[in-house]
């Protein structure tokens, strides 16, 4: 981080945004903001890695349909709901600037598809055993991402491995190191820590007349998660008659797979939102129902904090018992 991992707070004991990373190119732009207080006033973090706009010239010239490919990339306007969940519950907060199509921080750093680079990158990718691209890549939205459906092929040209050097060391290799440290600090504090990776998805086809789900909460199949948060997330979603699915088609990626650690206090689940439920109906702007979003997903992080501060004093009484046994 630039400025002291996770800075001050100020007098509302919300933390000042502290930047980090950098995009290339992008004439010295930072790659992320966190924002963490100092004491933190709640045990979670609100991650968003897909809503990023700050888009390097060099970059729009070589996508073929830069204004279409970005609007279906982007996590449009996630990162809106996320600082105004933030600053009306104080859970800390991560936000991604880089664009997803510069480089998806929700992927291995090997999970690249190196058809995409030049002939001397496919020769150095098959020296390195690294050719076979990664499950994600096979499907285009790897690492970089390649391909979209209904659009195809996103770019002019080959990308070339400095290029994707670059990304790595300035973007995704400092994010993660972010979000790690942000969880430590989370459950040093407080026994243990929540990361709620957030993101929106087109709308969901509806089943057999029922309502499609306006969300779908991950955690790769109960691997990331204590069952008694996820139990309680659609609890509160039941509670407030708002339709909620499991895992499916959205089960978290290499964020939740890196990041929870359960049996540490490390909690993690991934969070879709629909994006027709705050978007305007092109689903390109901020609409109408942006302001109830806000309103239900700061209850759900309230309700969730209380939770995760429980399990961390949980854990906390586990110690002393064992310190007292030895």
């Known amino acids: 981080m630039d400025q002291g991992e996770g800075g001050s707070s100020d007098s509302a004991g919300r933390g000042k945004p502290v930047s980090g990373g950098s995009i290339p190119g992008g004439g ?24 990023g706009r700050a888009y390097p010239g060099t970059l729009l010239e070589r996508m073929r349909n830069p204004g279409f490919a970005a609007l279906r990339l982007e996590d449009r306007f996630a990162d809106l709901l996320a600082e105004r969940v933030a600053r009306e519950t104080g859970a800390a907060l991560l936000v991604a600037h880089a664009p997803r199509a510069m480089i998806d921080l929700n992927r291995a750093a090997d999970d690249v598809d190196w058809e995409m680079f030049g002939r001397g990158e496919r020769h150095l990718a098959q020296e390195i055993g690294s050719y076979t691209p990664g499950r994600r890549a096979r499907t285009g939205l790897g690492l970089i991402p390649r391909r979209l459906p209904g659009l195809g092929e996103l770019w002019k040209r080959r990308h070339d491995h400095a290029e994707l050097d670059a990304r790595l060391a300035e973007i ?34 509806a089943r057999s007349g029922e309502r499609a789900p306006e969300f779908v909460i991950g955690d790769r199949f109960g691997a990331t998660c204590n069952g008694g948060l996820i139990a309680s997330a659609f609890a509160y979603f039941s509670e407030m008659r708002r339709g909620a699915a499991h895992n499916r088609p959205y089960a978290g990626g290499y964020v939740l797979e890196t990041h929870a650690a359960p049996r540490a206090g490390r909690h993690a689940l991934q969070l879709e939102i629909d994006r027709a439920s705050y978007l305007d109906s092109r689903l390109a702007e901020p609409g109408p129902g942006l ?9 759900l992080v309230r309700r969730l904090a209380q939770d995760v501060a429980a399990l961390g004093r949980a854990r906390a009484g586990q110690a002393t018992w064992a310190e007292a046994a030895e």
Request: aromatic share 4%; with cysteine.
């Open 291 to 299: 302001a109830a979003i806000v309103h239900l997903l700061s209850g």
């Open 172 to 205: 995704h290799a400092p994010y993660h190191a972010c979000v790690d440290a942000a969880l430590a600090r989370l459950t040093d504090r407080w026994g243990a820590a929540l990361l709620i990776d957030l993101h929106s998805m087109p709308p969901l086809p």
């Open 28 to 51: 010295g732009t930072p790659a992320f903001t966190l924002t963490l207080g100092d004491p933190s006033p709640l045990p979670v973090l609100l991650a968003v890695p897909h809503a």
